[in-house]
């Protein structure tokens, strides 16, 4: 009988060095996209009203019937503030998945011992999106449920003492670790790995759970490089964030495995920049 295989092991130092080294490969690259994705959500946050509401006429709700004009000029204060909002959380959040989706393609492109063009960060692949979307959404309304869960029980146990008040807070805690680390490559799991998103949230546990040591070690360094971008006045963000995305990257690939089973990084047109 074949002999049973040991489960994959993660180098973080390794996965630094390499991380570093396909940064390196396209430096500027990496630094423009990140200022163009920020640069777009400053002017998403740009579109606000052009009026306040302290500069619309006052509204009394017993001349409504006869003063028609200061009624049209709140209805319609309130519907461009309505559609902006939803044009900022839609946009926001497109931009949001573009932006990581290109970061983690040019990512896996310099590991694989390419140089990424512009065109592979700015790429456009909306199925690339949705899988991305997709467990993060999930994720996040099975967070907010047990949330909700812990928030009543710890209504109930405060009725018998306070001090079980502690437990939902050291769940909440302890569930918010878990999910952290076990779900740290949650991006790479669902761009590169699986199309469908339970597979893709059941996918992180599975690997990390035996490497969890290293992972806890992957994180405080990846923490410890954002801390340190916003120490060089917040500008270094714009190296840091992409050299935290491609050591990730490349601790992924150690743990799940250097192929692309979705063809994400493929079929991306060439540019000569």
Known sequence: MPAPQSPPRLDVGQALREGWRAFLRAPWHFVAFGLLVTALQLLLQALQPSYT???LPPLD???????????LAWLRYGTVTLSLLVLN????????????????????VALGGGRPSFATFTHWD??????????GFLLGCGVVAAISVLLLLGVIVS??????????????????????????????VALLHDDHPFAALARGPEVVAPAWPQVVELTLLSLALIVAGLLACGVGLFVAVPVVTCVGTAAYRQLFGPDDRTGFSRSVPKLPF
């Open 159 to 188: 009725q018998v003492n306070g001090l079980l008040l502690l437990l939902p807070g050291l769940l909440l805690v302890a569930g918010s670790l878990y999910l952290s680390l076990t779900q740290a490559f949650l991006p790479q």
């Open 53 to 55: 509401p302290d500069k």
């Open 89 to 108: 959380v839609i946009g926001g959040t497109v931009l949001n998945l573009w932006g990581t989706s290109g970061m983690v393609r040019a990512a896996w």
């Open 126 to 135: 909306p199925r690339a999106l949705l899988r991305l979307y997709l467990p």
């Open 61 to 71: 709700p017993e001349s409504l019937p006869t003063d028609l004009g200061a009624a």
